[in-house]
């Protein structure tokens, strides 16, 4: 089985670079920040049997058009709904890796993508938030995260790496470090803007509009999205919402545990039994 590469042209003009393996129900995969379609190589290879993996560079990431204007998740967002309709996909898995969890919902929420996608995946998401508000314990308090922000903002490069350190749990360390490198292809004026997005998420009072099954999985070693989310979310009682977490894994889940992420999403989907954790 061979990934292809292409391109996918949105109304806009911004061209989104993409990579494609398998055939079967579709299910498109959306990066955290700065992250890009590499990320996805070892989820995209266990789920190619039954699927057709669609991995995505959002605007501004990787190979993909880095054109002028506001960085917002309200943009990728729409951005995310239009490459589906571009694609043309049908009752499709949409999956949103951290920021790309908050992402995902807002496109599902704000930009008509549930005509597109029947079951929403979330791992390790910014949701309901990144940073703590009341009611809302376990994101990052303000002045950590206005400090990430400053770091984030004065060296994009060296925090990113230092983020590297602690992004997997038992993933190759090569194989690793290839993927978050491939991150720093992002400008860092836009780093910034984009990064300081992740302090405005707040999707509380809005989880239960969300017309669609959702799996939410945390890894149990993650120490950018906490693993105690999981209670948070089951003592919401959502309907349709499942989450998980995921025993052998921080916060890069695709590379730490693919095979038994890839049997979460198919037991989500119908498509084989798997007892839930």
């Known amino acids: 089985m061979t990934m292809t590469s ?10 989104l670079a993409c990579r494609e393996l398998g055939e079967g129900r579709p299910v498109l995969l959306h990066p955290g920040f700065a992250l890009t379609r590499e990320l996805w190589a070892p989820l995209m290879a266990e789920l190619a049997e039954d699927h057709r993996c669609i991995a995505f560079d959002p605007r501004g990431h990787g190979a993909s058009d880095s054109p002028a ?11 995310l709904a239009e490459l589906a309709d571009v694609l043309d996909l049908r009752d499709a898995t949409l999956v949103g890796h951290s920021l790309g969890g908050a992402v ?17 995946v979330l791992l390790g998401p910014a949701v ?18 206005d400090r990430l922000l400053g770091e984030m903002t004065d060296d994009f490069v060296g925090t990113s790496r230092r983020t590297a350190e602690i992004f997997f749990h038992q993933a190759d360390p090569e194989a690793g470090r290839a993927v978050m490198e491939a991150g720093l ?7 910034a803007e984009l990064f300081a997005q992740l302090g405005e998420i707040d999707l509380a009072d809005r989880l239960d509009e969300i017309p669609m099954p959702v799996l939410a999985l945390w890894g149990r070693h993650d120490t950018l999205s906490d693993p105690r989310w999981a209670g948070w979310f089951e003592d919401l009682e959502l309907p ?25 999403i198919r037991a989500f989907e119908g498509l084989e039994s798997t007892p839930w954790t």
Do not use: Y
């Open 185 to 191: 292809r992002m400008r860092p004026e836009v780093a």
């Open 104 to 120: 995902a919902c807002t496109a599902v929420l704000d930009f008509d993508a549930a005509a597109r996608f029947s079951r929403l």
């Open 69 to 79: 204007g506001r960085w917002t998740i309200e943009r990728l967002a729409e951005d």
């Open 240 to 264: 349709g919402w499942r989450t998980g977490i995921l025993e052998h894994s921080a916060h890069g889940s695709m590379l730490d545990e693919p095979e038994e992420l890839a049997s979460r």
């Open 128 to 145: 309901p938030g990144f940073v703590q508000r009341p009611g809302q314990p376990f994101g990052a308090p303000r002045p950590v995260f």
């Open 6 to 15: 292409s391109t996918a042209t949105l109304p806009d003009g911004t061209r």
